[in-house]
């Protein structure tokens, strides 16, 4: 079974290289690709110089366009599973195959890594864990599904949903909305405990002061999408 | 509304058609786009032609200066026009997203040719040594 890990990474350089080898310790059977949102520094370089597929986006598109553009690619080259895998090193590894098997199984289509199910690692920030509760909270009434970590990147999917995130994928902010998105096209959706770290060098994509902009953008996202025409089919 | 202004307004319009004009002989605005400023034009010219057009609608809607319901239709207008630019935006934004993707696609695979056209190149090279040698 063909795996691939889509790395999103911008202005990466110095994180890249560990959570390669993070990857190559815990999960060598995967694939691997960074897609590099129009860094400034040596992402690039770096991540060839490791011996790792990059595709290198011309224009910087943000978190969204970056991951999905790795779903494309999934799609093209008919991979069986995808896993978003985060690279700032906040994610490990090692729980990559405990986000697999659920989908091996065929018990799901998605699965999310989430860090509020596992003791321990870095849990976030009391502000942001309110945040991100309010959000679980609103994608539940939405749906009906409940994820806790909603803001989550680290998940793996399957096939269908390959199929489905390479032609439709939300932008900006991305997590919330498509688990949204997939949940009301009926797809299964599972929560896997996971610890994270928290970043090593630069910064979140999410600075402290936008905090409140970010849960508004959000919460009107994700509205909108719910209101919207299904369009695209799981 | 008075002559005075009437007038001006005559010739504001009269500039922003030469202006519409101008715009689309040198292909700067495309024809669907065009379209809502031609139809917002034809209003403003109708509304400045017919005071009396102007007078009903201030009448209907309680408001006491026709001058004042003409500007209100004009905001209205630009509300309008607005709008559909967000949305004109919005689309070539998706546009562009996908532009992008697909640029890095591509240019991934180039680097994936090349890299195998120039080992296939090496090991021809080194059979042919290696064939020379015996």
């Known amino acids: ?81 995808a896993v978003q895998f985060d690279g700032d090193g906040q994610h490990k590894a090692q729980y990559i195959r405990d986000l697999l098997r659920p989908l091996e199984d065929g018990e799901a289509d998605m699965a999310v890594g989430s860090r509020f199910l596992a003791d321990g690692g870095f849990q976030s920030t009391a502000m942001r864990r309110l945040g991100i ?40 902010y991305p997590e919330p909305e498509s688990t949204l998105a997939a949940a009301r096209r009926g797809a299964r959706i599972v929560e896997i405990p996971v610890q994270m770290r928290e970043r090593q060098y630069g910064e979140s994509s999410i600075k402290p002061g936008h905090a409140a902009y970010y849960i508004a953008k959000v919460t009107l996202a994700l509205l909108m999408s719910n209101a919207e025409k299904e369009e695209g089919e799981i | 509304m008075n002559r005075a202004l009437q007038l001006f307004l005559l010739l504001a319009i009269t500039l922003y058609f030469f202006a519409l004009v101008h715009f689309s002989r040198r292909k700067r605005v495309e024809p669907k786009y065009m379209l809502l400023w031609i139809i917002s034009g034809v209003m403003m010219i109708a509304l400045t032609l017919f005071p009396a057009l102007l007078n009903r609608v201030s009448r209907f809607l309680g408001i006491y200066d026709p001058t004042n319901a003409l500007f209100a239709i004009v905001l209205f207008c630009v509300i309008i026009i607005l709008m559909a630019l967000t949305a004109i935006l919005s689309h070539h934004n998706a546009d562009i997203i996908r532009l992008v993707q697909e640029n890095a696609l591509l240019e991934q695979r180039i680097r994936e040719l090349e890299n195998k056209a120039e080992t296939d190149e090496a090991m021809k090279s080194a059979e042919k040594g290696e064939r020379n040698a015996v």
């Open chain 1, 1 to 81: 079974m063909k795996t691939l890990i889509i790395i999103p990474a911008c202005n990466e350089a110095k994180n890249i290289a560990g959570v390669i080898a993070d990857l190559r310790r815990f999960y060598p059977e995967g694939d691997y690709l960074v897609v590099n949102d129009c860094s400034t520094d040596e992402t690039a370089a770096t991540v060839r110089q490791l011996g790792v597929k990059c595709l290198s986006l011309p224009v910087n598109l943000g978190i969204g366009g970056c991951v999905q553009a790795g779903y494309r690619y999934a799609q093209e080259q008919h991979y069986e599973y």
């Open chain 1, 133 to 172: 509760k309010f959000l679980s909270r609103l994608i539940h009434v939405l749906c009906g599904i409940r994820v806790s970590d909603v803001t989550s990147g680290m998940r793996a999917v399957n096939r269908k949903m390959i199929q489905f995130f390479s032609a439709h994928y939300a932008q900006d």
